[in-house]
């Protein structure tokens, strides 16, 4: 077996604008460091459908990574396209998670807001792929 390759591709209009900075990207690749893995790409992308769909097909065919960590554009705004985007890629289907939905509605509720319908996309994911549970977040 040779040398993992890995891919990080971060998304985010904010992330480009300059008014948000990435830090996601480099606590990733200290994380990979510390485990003795190293980031051989890294691109940081737009909320644009095109532009997440190309972006994955260059790093896995033209990088040839074996892994791509994704980052960003799933918060709930009415911008964040990213599931639809991975859904088209790996053709794909989405369902509903109840669970995590209960679960962000009583992180909501513990909080003492009011949550808002938008967040609700936040509960769908893709049926092949796994998501990671964010403890600290809600995307």
Same mark, same amino acid.
């Given at each position: 077996m040779g040398v993992i390759?890995?891919?990080?591709?971060?998304?985010?209009? =904010?992330?480009?604008?300059?008014?948000?900075? !990435? &830090?996601?990207? %480099?606590?990733?690749?200290?994380?990979?460091?510390?485990?003795?893995?190293?980031?051989?790409?890294?691109?940081?992308?737009?909320? !644009?459908?095109?532009?997440?769909?190309?972006?994955?097909?260059?790093?896995?065919? =033209?990088? =040839?990574? @074996?892994?791509?960590?994704?980052?960003?554009?799933?918060?709930?705004?009415? @911008?964040?396209?990213?599931?639809? %985007?991975?859904? %088209?890629?790996f053709d794909d289907t989405?369902?509903?998670? &109840?669970?995590?939905?209960?679960?962000?509605?009583? &992180?909501?509720?513990? +909080?003492?807001?009011?949550?808002?319908? +938008?967040?609700?996309?936040?509960?769908?994911?893709?049926?092949?792929?796994?998501?990671?549970?964010?403890?600290?977040?809600?995307?």
């Amino acid at each position: 077996m040779g040398v993992i390759k890995i891919g990080i591709i971060t998304i985010g209009n =904010e992330l480009l604008s300059g008014f948000t900075l !990435d &830090r996601n990207a %480099a606590w990733i690749g200290q994380q990979l460091l510390a485990a003795g893995m190293k980031v051989d790409v890294h691109h940081t992308i737009s909320d !644009d459908f095109a532009d997440i769909y190309d972006t994955l097909e260059y790093q896995w065919n =033209e990088w =040839e990574c @074996d892994h791509i960590i994704v980052t960003g554009g799933l918060g709930p705004t009415v @911008d964040d396209i990213t599931v639809s %985007a991975f859904i %088209a890629y790996f053709d794909d289907t989405e369902k509903f998670d &109840r669970d995590y939905w209960d679960k962000l509605s009583e &992180r909501f509720k513990k +909080l003492n807001f009011k949550m808002p319908n +938008l967040n609700k996309n936040q509960a769908f994911k893709v049926k092949k792929g796994n998501m990671i549970p964010n403890k600290v977040g809600s995307a």
